[in-house]
């Protein structure tokens, strides 16, 4: 078939109407109609064009995870989120299968709370961990749906199922310096998800509570300390940070026009079993059972990095606590009817530890010593220290860390050791 310019492709479907007055694009225009045939074949054309186009514009389920719907499926939503204690939350946990979500989920089960877990299982790091995870929350009685938090079908679905007094949003897009390697992950995530998800909470009935994890990066370029929920955070130091920044500006927005109640969380540096391969004590506490080198970076002047670690089980209840004392959102059928709570808090252990020292601990618990390589820390997004002021915190619903960095890489570690099958030798007791 001789091939046709944009502007024959365009010709109206109206022939009589048009007044051409090339002779040579009417020939092209009947050489490639004039048969039946050829007409039939550009009518298949259309067709699968038509079809691609189709199967384009409803990427979203294809795109986001197909597995939820149907009466089994309704069956173990409603089997979960019933309470089972007087004055209980029914909860949607995004991020269940993460490492606080999943703390956070048995957590609230265990106290006789109804918990529904949200997750995608992306592979930012080994979905076998998370799998696991699963498995454990499966075990308690919480059951985990697999799809993302920018399916709006399937959240308006799990809100027409279950009627969730709270939501803890933990999903997110998590890491500072991976936002240099994928930064779109994170607009998805961590303010497309957002977004989704407070669209889902406004016109639920009844609206929802919701308490969500924020971080300690929103602080960025901060250099007074410790850190407090007024200090100014409007200069990010990675994309990451900036995201995060983004969704408190963002949920006050809702907060303020559609009267949801809500609490936002700033993490720092949490750590502890079922932990985040990522983050530094994990990749550590890896690369120096295996004999590798781990790499330490320094500040300026070769300055020790400082990090407010915060056990995990101090964070779970810095989350339970805030869920505890999260008001009534005051809308209903998407419209505000009162002022409604709108709270941010910083829960940290307040007991900065530089990264030399924590190395040094794993070093004692796991009886190995590491091969160190010092190197300035780069532009990355990474910042110099964090440092936790929880006095707000505190006063609103006791918060209050027990866990100081040595006893919590003990139990680390000894959870690394068991999860991971290491010999007896490397044992902790």
Request: glycine share 8%; proline share 4%; aromatic share 12%.
């Amino acid at each position: 078939m001789p091939s046709m310019s944009a502007e024959e492709l365009f010709l109206p479907s109206t022939p009589g109407k048009f007044k051409d007055k090339s002779h040579s694009m009417q020939r092209q225009f009947h050489r490639c109609f004039a048969s039946t045939s050829t007409m039939f074949l550009w009518a298949l054309f259309l067709v699968a064009l038509t079809a691609a186009y189709l199967s384009f514009v409803d990427s979203g389920s294809k795109y986001f995870n197909t597995a939820w719907g149907g009466i089994h499926w309704e069956k173990q939503v409603r089997a979960s989120a019933q309470i089972h204690r007087t004055n209980g939350f029914s909860v949607l946990v995004t991020g269940a299968a993460g490492f606080v979500g999943s703390h956070v989920s048995l957590a609230l089960r265990k106290r006789g709370d109804g918990v529904v877990g949200l997750d995608n299982f992306n592979n930012y790091y080994d979905p076998a961990l998370k799998n696991a995870r699963k498995e454990l929350l499966n075990a308690h009685g919480v059951f985990i749906v697999e799809g993302d938090v920018n399916d709006a079908k399937m959240l308006a679905r799990l809100f027409e199922i279950a009627r969730f007094t709270h939501v803890m949003h933990l999903a997110a897009q998590a890491g500072v310096r991976y936002a240099m390697e994928n930064p779109h992950s994170y607009i998805h995530s961590n303010i497309a998800g957002l977004v989704t998800l407070l669209e889902a909470c406004k016109i639920a009935e009844p609206q929802p509570s919701i308490v969500w994890a924020s971080s300690s990066s929103v602080y960025g370029l901060n250099e007074k300390a410790p850190f407090s929920e007024s200090d100014r955070t409007d200069r990010p130091a990675s994309l990451y940070a900036a995201t995060k920044k983004a969704g408190e500006e963002i949920t006050h927005t809702y907060n303020h026009i559609y009267g949801l109640s809500i609490t936002g969380l700033r993490f720092f540096t949490v750590y502890g079993p079922w932990g985040r391969p990522d983050m530094a004590y994990f990749s550590f506490t890896r690369n120096i059972l295996q004999g590798k080198a781990i790499t330490v970076y320094r500040g300026k002047n070769h300055a020790d990095l400082a990090r407010d670690f915060t056990y995990i089980d101090d964070i779970v209840k810095g989350c339970v606590g805030s869920l505890d004392t999260a008001k009534k959102s005051t809308g209903s059928g998407g419209k505000k009817r009162g002022p409604a709570q709108f709270r941010i808090f910083n829960l940290g252990n307040t007991s900065p530890v530089t990264v030399p020292m924590m190395v040094g601990i794993l070093e004692k618990h796991l009886k190995v010593k590491a091969k160190k390589n010092l190197v300035d820390m780069p532009g990355n997004g990474d910042v110099p220290f964090t440092h936790a002021n929880i006095s707000y915190a505190r006063k609103e619903f006791g918060y209050n860390p027990t866990t100081d960095l040595q006893t919590g890489l003990k139990k680390f570690v000894k959870w690394y050791l068991s999860y991971y099958g290491y010999n007896h030798g490397n044992s902790v007791k």
